[in-house]
């Protein structure tokens, strides 16, 4: 059965202080994995997905990286507009269906 | 373009009673998928849809059940409601091509809550 873990379960930084969030995840067929930010009460948003072990993709202040076991998910310089919950998803081989695994989340919070 | 969007933003519901969710896919979609969020966890898949046919299924009983239809919109029911089903529910809506990752897009979700 796929699982994907995510720690620590909270985290707690000041404005500017870099750090990184983890996903270990156990899955058959990995096809993409995928991080979503989600704020209290909405949906969660779209960041990234990293395909192969090896891949990183950025955006502003956040950057994923891949690898056969894990990906990160690096905050560099935080604002505390980045509090939220991140979330990351593995999608697998089963081609039957096409539905996401994702960890229980990183609660971020930064204060200024 | 139309991104995803969700009805109602709220319910209340007493337990044994009946509900239906629905949620209208972003332009150019063609799957929809369901997730149920308890507090404090991530989102639990519950059915995808694609082509108005139930394309997969979670770990959820008959009593959750869900249509799509020809504009590729969507609607999820869930009978005899009981306490544990209080959650946010969650839409999220891709295009499904061959060979191709999907990204789903999610909705603003349904904060349901069974007395």
């Known amino acids: 059965e796929d699982q994907v873990t995510q720690s620590p379960e909270a985290l707690r930084l000041q404005e500017g202080e870099s750090s990184s969030l983890n996903c270990s995840y156990t899955v058959s067929g990995l096809r993409g994995l995928f991080w979503y930010r989600q704020d209290p009460g909405k949906g969660p948003e779209f960041l990234f997905t990293l395909y192969s072990a090896g891949e990183e993709k950025e955006k502003e202040r956040l950057k994923a990286t891949l690898t056969k076991k894990e990906s990160f998910l690096h905050i560099t310089a935080p604002k505390p507009e980045d509090s939220a919950t991140y979330l990351c998803a593995s999608s697998t081989a089963d081609t039957g269906r096409r539905a996401l695994t994702f960890g229980s989340g990183t609660r971020l919070q930064v204060q200024p | 373009e139309t991104g995803v969007t969700q009805s109602p933003t709220h319910l209340i519901k007493t337990r044994g009673q009946q509900v239906t969710l629905r949620c209208s896919s972003q332009?150019?979609?063609?799957?929809v998928s369901w997730y149920q969020q308890a507090l404090g966890q991530g989102p639990q898949f519950i059915f995808q849809y694609y082509r108005e046919e139930e394309n997969g299924r979670g770990n959820f009983p008959p009593r959750f059940s869900g249509l799509q239809f020809p504009n590729y919109s969507s609607e999820l029911n869930v009978n005899a409601l009981e306490l544990d089903d209080s959650a946010l529910y969650l839409c999220?809506?891709?295009?499904?091509?061959?060979?191709?990752?999907?990204?789903?897009?999610f909705g603003p979700g349904t904060r349901l809550t069974v007395l």
């Open positions: 332009s150019g979609h063609n799957t």
């Open positions: 999220a809506s891709s295009l499904a091509r061959t060979g191709v990752v999907d990204t789903q897009y």
